[in-house]
């Protein structure tokens, strides 16, 4: 898991374009995940 963890923080930092489709996909995880996505209403998408 940690392997996994530094991979992502790695990867992270060589991206420069915004993510395809981001909020129909946050939205989503919103109604399925519930509490445990943070509101979405004061994330720019």
């Not at 992502?8 to 129909?24: D, L, V």
């Amino acid at each position: 898991m940690k392997v996994l963890y530094l991979s992502i923080g790695r990867a992270e930092k060589k991206w420069t374009k915004p993510i395809r489709n981001w909020g129909p996909a946050l939205a989503h995880f919103a109604i399925q995940f519930g509490e445990r996505v943070p509101d979405i209403s004061r994330i720019d998408l």
